[in-house]
Nanobody, 122 residues
Framework: EVQLVESGGGSVQAGGSLRLSCVAS????????WGWFRQAPGKGRVLAAS?????????KYADFVKGRFTISQDLERNSLQLLMSRLLPEDTAVYFC??????????????WGQGTQVTVSS
């Protein structure tokens, strides 16, 4: 089992920045990838950014965050970060940290944090 705890959400004006953090604990040896999803009001949960946990490579960004968000990890601290810059009102959502066990399909994340709210005002 893997536990994920997010922090760093809040309210910011458009054009501002926020940094989200996720600290992982538990059986991390079998986690091959992790990332950040978001869920806007009335919409489904979508992947914003992900990274391969073993190598730090294979970062993937959704088109709507490319060039504005940066995902990174600190394996010594078992933490995942998302630096969000040039935020837009449409970035308003609950952001979830998620992890995927090795051997699962790339789209199948099976561990989730509780989420952290990000609100961007115009």
């Amino acid at each position: 089992e893997v536990q994920l705890v997010e922090s760093g959400g809040g309210s910011v004006q458009a054009g501002g920045s926020l940094r989200l953090s996720c600290v992982a604990s538990g059986s991390l040896a079998n986690v091959c990838a992790w990332g950040w999803f978001r869920q806007a009001p009335g919409k489904g949960r979508v992947l914003a950014a992900s990274i391969n946990r073993d190598t730090g490579a294979l970062t993937k960004y959704a088109d709507f965050v490319k060039g504005r968000f940066t995902i990174s990890q600190d394996l010594e601290r078992n933490s995942l970060q998302l630096l969000m810059s040039r935020l837009l009102p449409e970035d308003t959502a609950v952001y979830f940290c998620a992890a995927r066990q090795c051997g699962r399909p790339f789209s199948e994340y099976n561990f989730w944090g509780q989420g952290t709210q990000v609100t961007v005002s115009s």
